[in-house]
Each structure stands twice: as structure tokens, then as C-alpha cells.
T-cell receptor, first 113, second 115 residues
């Protein structure tokens, strides 16, 4: 089944403890992206990648890192999480070209206490 | 700069009634426009997209949207609501679909369907 898989689905952590949210897609998509969803704000892009070793900042990149060493994986790294990073995170991927829409993962609900 | 405004954070309709979810966008160039649906505890699912072809776009589950350049609108409609349509709906726009394709999302509209 074609899908974007995020892990974990739920995570509670403490301020300052480094964590990684994994994202993997099995569709050989070139583009991958991370969004965070907050009430009343919709979804905002954190980082995106147009292909292996090509990443760039989105609208809210502060406090996050990403890497794209393999085409299928695009992990989101929080080096020192803070409570304002408590949010619902989505990974998404799509094929290059204008006729293709993004496929979203099921989300990771992160709570930083 | 691109932006999206969804009028009404909550919309309630009766089963069988018309669904109308409003979306207005701001874009300096011809945009690509999308509607996504999010069911509880799930990711976003693409309902339909406009990419400069036909202005009336048909999507899944009986939804459609019409691109109106003069009104900078892309409202989502469905003639007859079903209980299973209850979800949150997001309108999104992008100008640079082949340069990373960052989607700018509206705030979302939660649709409730009453029996």
C-alpha cells in the first residue's frame, strides 16, 4: 500500500531532551515536507526537501532540523524541545510535477512538558 | 505574499442539505489551489485540486469546487451532506508547485452534519 509512515504517533517528552520523529514513504516521491498543525492556525510548513541532500526552510523552521540522506526517509529532529513545540506534526510527500498532490502521514502528536 | 482565508471556523448543516465551505486566496500569480479533508485522528486527504485547467473541479466523495479568478475564491460545495462528511476541511494555495511546492493553508473549517 502506498503510504507515508510517521513514528511515533504520540510522544510526551520533557524540555530539552532531544527527539526524532521519523517519516518514510514507499512511493519513490521526490518532494517531502514537514508541517505542524496548531488550532486556529491551520498547517504551517517547517522544512521541505526537493530530493536527496536538498533541504530548505519553510515558514517556521526555528528549533527544528531535518536530513534527507535517502529518498524514502525525511526525519524531523528537535535538538532541544520546548513547550511551544507542542503540536501535531505531519509529514507529506509527492511526486515531482504539477499534477500530483501531496500524500500525508497520519500525524505525530507531540507534547513537551 | 500568498494567503488563504476560510470564512467560518465551524459550519453546521443538516443531513441532505447543501454544503458550502468558503475559501478566498491571495496570490500574485496564477495559483494552484487545493481542498483537503481531515477526519478525527487521521492525516489529510486530498479532496480536489485546481492546476489551471477547468475552473470547475470535481473531487472525491461528491465534492466540487469552482475557481473564480475575479472573486479570488475557491469555494467547496456538495449538493447533499452525509453524516460521514463530518470532518475538518482545509483550503490551501501554492504559487511555486515545482519549486518545493509549499502549501499555504487556511485555518480550517469544521463541518458538523446533523441528522
Amino acid at each position: 500500500e502506498a503510504q507515508v509512515t510517521q513514528n511515533p504517533r504520540y510522544l510526551i517528552t520533557v524540555t530539552g531532551k532531544k527527539l526524532t520523529v521519523t517519516c518514510s514513504q514507499n512511493m519513490n516521491h521526490e518532494y517531502m515536507s514537514w508541517y505542524r498543525q496548531d488550532p486556529g492556525l491551520g498547517l504551517r510548513q517547517i522544512y521541505y526537501s526537493m530530493n536527496v541532500e536538498v533541504t530548505d526552510k519553510g515558514d517556521v523552521p526555528e528549533g527544528y532540523k531535518v536530513s534527507r540522506k535517502e529518498k524514502r526517509n525525511f526525519p524531523l529532529i528537535l535538538e532541544s524541545p520546548s513547550p511551544n513545540q507542542t503540536s501535531l506534526y505531519f509529514c507529506a510527500s509527492r511526486r515531482q510535477g504539477e499534477n500530483y498532490g501531496y500524500t500525508f502521514g497520519s500525524g505525530t502528536r507531540l507534547t513537551v512538558v | 505574499a500568498q494567503s488563504v482565508t476560510q470564512l467560518g471556523s465551524h459550519v453546521s448543516v443538516s443531513e441532505g442539505a447543501l454544503v458550502l465551505l468558503r475559501c478566498n486566496y491571495s496570490s500574485s500569480v496564477p495559483p494552484y489551489l487545493f481542498w483537503y479533508v481531515q477526519y478525527p485522528n487521521q492525516g489529510l486527504q486530498l479532496l480536489l485540486k485546481y492546476t489551471s485547467a477547468a475552473t470547475l473541479v470535481k473531487g472525491i466523495n461528491g465534492f466540487e469546487a469552482e475557481f473564480k479568478k475575479s472573486e479570488t475564491s475557491f469555494h467547496l460545495t456538495k449538493p447533499s451532506a452525509h453524516m460521514s462528511d463530518a470532518a475538518e476541511y482545509f483550503c490551501a494555495v501554492t504559487e511555486d508547485y515545482n519549486q518545493g511546492g509549499k502549501l499555504i493553508f487556511g485555518q480550517g473549517t469544521e463541518l458538523s452534519v446533523k441528522p
